[in-house]
């Protein structure tokens, strides 16, 4: 997620070696006549500025140019190819005054990023997407920050988020408690399964899907009579805590059943946690190697200062004398997702599961 700061003149790279100094993994590219002594990241270049612009593009997934915005439109256009794929673009200008979120407002994080520049700097960010305008949320956002961007849904994304810059009702149904994902869901008008019920075809039900809890009857009504749409997000985290010598095919038995009765998916599952224990149990091993999910394991001091940490976690005196702590799945998972745990502990099949779930944007620590 590094930055590439783009200037021309000396004010605009005075200005960029204090953005650079805000920033994290930030890097400028200026020319080499404006080259003098710096303790920053600035690469002086000699080639032309279009092949530099070049450069930044394919090797940045954000840009900062602190020049005319004409100037950046010409360089950047043959390279556009999709919202997907872009990096964010802002635009400033020599004084900092302003911040133009160019390209990649959504997807991207160009919008963040001017907000973010804002508030470092105190410049004016100029955002002009129909939501952000209209201070709502935006679906596209919401399906990327949980991993479930779908490239072949962006008519829906567009007439949702159509429906919400216009004052429409979008409703939104969450099997996730909606504190744990910190998105942003202006807008949106929250509903329980029983309240979707009164909805129809008309009226757009949007369903994130974590482990659910509902009525399977009820939903089954909701998905046929409503305009519904689901989320399922694809960063979920198994923490798997079992006997030695587990066969893998009883692991998975017992994912199978967790899954049907909470209607997951095994695609969700972006990562499996467990003790440090089992980082060579083969069952897991192999399940982990099937679902292309990396396995980590944390020592028992790790898992301990994380059940000390809260009091949600169920400890096990059982566990403790087997393991050395009182909890391994849901103490691994809660490790994992900082806290975020959407399932806690479900044993099935003698095996023991936990759900997490790994959010896009992090600033605290375990």
Known sequence: MSTG????????LANAIKIESLLEDAIIYAPSKLKADSEFKVDFYDEKFSSIVDKAYKL????????????????????????????????????????????????????????????????????TTATDVNNKGALDIIAHELGAYDNS???????????????????????????????????????????ALDLDKDEYVIHIRGAFHGDKAILKIVKENTSYYEIKPQNLVLGIGCRRNTSYEKIQEGLNALCDKYLLEESQIK???????????????????????????????????????????????????????????EASAYKLSIGKIILPKQIINGVTFSLGIITKYRKEEA
């Not at 499996?272 to 020592?299: C, H, M, Q, R, V």
């Open 5 to 12: 700061i783009l200037v021309l003149t000396n004010k605009a």
């Open 60 to 127: 940045h997934s954000k840009l900062i140019f602190i020049m005319a915005t004409g100037i950046v439109v010409r360089s950047v256009a043959h390279m556009i190819k999709d919202k997907t794929l872009d990096p964010a673009i802002v635009v400033m200008d020599e004084e900092v005054k302003f911040c133009i979120s160019l390209l990649g407002g959504h997807i991207a994080g160009a919008n963040q990023l001017a907000n973010q520049l804002a508030d470092l700097i105190g410049c004016i960010p100029v955002i």
């Open 153 to 195: 849904q962006r008519d829906i994304y567009k007439a949702i988020n159509y429906n919400l810059a216009t004052g429409k009702k979008v409703y939104l149904l969450s099997d996730i408690d909606l504190n744990l994902l910190n998105l942003d869901i202006r807008g949106f008008e929250i509903v329980t399964l029983q309240d």
């Open 271 to 329: 990562t499996i946690a467990s003790i440090e224990l089992k980082k060579n149990e083969s069952g897991i091993i192999e399940l982990a190697s099937k679902l292309s999910a990396p396995f980590i394991t944390y020592d028992t001091a790790t898992l301990d200062k994380a059940i000390s940490s809260t009091d949600t976690i169920e400890a096990s005196d059982f566990v403790k004398s087997i393991a050395g702590v009182s909890s391994v799945a």
